[in-house]
Nanobody, 123 residues
């Protein structure tokens, strides 16, 4: 049974930082691109970042490029999202997901999802 579990969310002031983690189990971690998405109340679930199967390539939404960084640790089967210079508009539930494709940005290309972790950025 595949499980993805996010952690690290919380309340932070604008300009601050958070690091989200997503621990994966029940799948061959190295065979999946890992993505991060976020969903604010009343809005669609949007692509944030993705890291390739090898970890050598990443992709970012324009709104977070230069502020967020995605990485993965194969020894821990964990993917991370380092978020710096946070803004109130970054407030959302953040989800990690696994896909067999190459750095997909479309949520419909992802096979497995975590339950999400809340990130709230106060102004």
């Amino acid at each position: 049974q595949v499980q993805l579990g996010e952690s690290g969310g919380g309340l932070v002031q604008a300009g601050g930082s958070l690091r989200l983690s997503c621990a994966a189990s029940g799948l061959t971690f190295s065979r999946y691109s890992m993505g991060w998405f976020r969903q604010a109340p009343g809005k669609e679930r949007d692509f944030v970042a993705a890291v390739s199967r090898s970890g050598g390539s990443t992709s970012y939404a324009d709104s977070v490029r230069g502020r967020f960084s995605a990485s993965r640790d194969y020894a821990k089967n964990t993917v991370y999202l380092q978020m710096n210079s946070l803004k109130p508009e970054d407030t959302a539930v953040y989800y990690c997901a696994a896909a067999t494709g190459w750095l997909p940005r479309d949520k419909d290309e992802y096979d497995y999802w975590g339950q999400g972790t809340q990130v709230t950025v106060s102004s």
